[in-house]
């Protein structure tokens, strides 16, 4: 079965740090580009971070760029994304995703969320 499981979400207070892992297992991810997305309550998910299959490109959201790092060990099948200096409109469901490219981000697979709370 192929999936994606996130973890390390949780309730950090504003300023604090996070840093949120997802692992693919039934398919080897080396070969496709994975990033972050998010959802806040009664918002649309929206983009956070990209990176492609060989981590040397990544791509942000400018809601999140100079705070928040993707990266991604192949060896462990696994994509990272570290998030510095939270913010309370940070708060929100956080989705792995994966794709062939990375424009085609979003359509591809998806993971079953882990939730960041960022208290004030």
């Known amino acids: 079965q192929v999936q994606l499981v996130e973890s390390g979400g949780g309730l950090v207070q504003a300023g604090g740090s996070l840093r949120l892992s997802c692992a693919g297992s039934?398919?080897?991810?080396?070969?496709?580009?994975m990033g972050w997305f998010r959802q806040a309550p009664g918002k649309e998910r929206e983009f956070v971070a990209a990176?492609?299959?060989?981590?040397?490109?990544?791509y942000y959201a400018d809601s999140v760029k100079g705070r928040c790092t993707i990266s991604r060990d192949n060896a462990k099948n696994t994509v990272y994304l570290q998030m510095n200096s939270l913010k309370p409109e940070d708060t929100a469901v956080y989705y792995c995703?994966?794709?062939?490219?990375?424009?085609?981000?979003?359509?591809?697979?998806w993971g079953q969320g882990t939730q960041v709370t960022v208290s004030s």
């Open positions: 995703a994966a794709a062939i490219t990375v424009q085609a981000m979003g359509k591809g697979d």
């Open positions: 039934g398919r080897t991810y080396n070969d496709y580009a």
């Open positions: 990176i492609n299959w060989s981590g040397g490109s990544t």
